[in-house]
């Protein structure tokens, strides 16, 4: 079975552009959650989606959204790009949104580098 | 609100040493599920252990073991006979709607 598979792998871009992360979750998983990586604030929790509609929110401005198509597979987009938003972007899928014994499969994330 | 807290940003051991990481959490939940993940220098987070709060047995995973101390909000990560493959960065994290994350603590296991 194929793992999670973000992409791209690395991204490098300017400040004030706009970019788009893509994850592909396992087979079968229909719930998909995003996470900021940086070294001073650790893991954060951007959101999560389940059949296509956001079932949870971290606390991020509106410049970061997603969303998730019918094959599960979603998509996070950052407008107006902030050099504080270099960062390691991880995506998790799991079956089910909120099931607490679920375990998350994480993808290898995509190195954003804002310049 | 939801908290996990890792005080150890870096710990080491050396090889075959045994080493404990520390976990304190807090959550409103009565229902929830803590994990410990580990993330090597690849970056692939990779689950380690998972720990039912309903349950008082402590989980086991060859050589991982958890102390799950319920009412203080406790929830260690004990390696035995350490590897240089474990060498990674750990992270504790609650499981009660959402995924919430510690720090993390960055382990070297030595030669």
């Known amino acids: 079975k194929a793992g999670v598979t973000q992409t791209p792998r690395y991204l490098i871009k300017t400040r004030g552009q706009q970019v788009t992360l893509s994850c592909s979750p396992i087979?079968?998983?229909?719930?998909v959650s995003w996470y900021q990586q940086t070294p001073g604030q650790g893991l954060q929790f951007l959101f999560e989606?389940?059949?296509?509609?956001?079932?949870n929110k971290g606390n991020f401005p509106g410049r970061f959204s997603g969303r998730q198509f019918s094959n599960s597979r979603s998509e996070m987009n950052v407008s107006t790009l902030e050099l504080g938003d270099s960062a390691l972007y991880l995506c998790?899928?799991?079956?089910?949104?909120?099931?607490?014994?679920?375990?998350?499969?994480f993808g290898q994330g995509t190195r954003l580098t804002v310049v | 609100a939801q908290t996990v807290t890792q005080s150890q940003p870096e710990m080491s051991v050396q090889e075959a040493e045994t080493v404990t990481l520390s976990c304190t959490y807090d959550t409103s939940e009565n229902n929830y599920y803590l994990f410990w993940y580990k993330q090597p220098p690849s970056r692939q987070m990779i689950l380690v252990i998972r720990q039912e709060a309903y349950k008082q047995q402590n989980a086991t995973e060859n050589r991982f073991s958890v102390n799950f101390q319920k009412a203080a909000k406790s929830f260690s990560l004990k390696i035995s006979d350490s590897q240089l493959g474990d060498t990674a960065m750990y992270f504790c994290?609650?499981?009660?709607?959402?995924?919430?994350f510690g720090q993390g603590t960055e382990l070297s296991v030595k030669p």
């Open positions: 998790a899928s799991s079956l089910d949104v909120g099931a607490r014994n679920t375990e998350a499969f």
């Open positions: 087979s079968g998983h229909r719930s």
């Open positions: 994290a609650l499981q009660g709607g959402k995924l919430i």
């Open positions: 989606y389940f059949s296509e509609t956001q079932r």
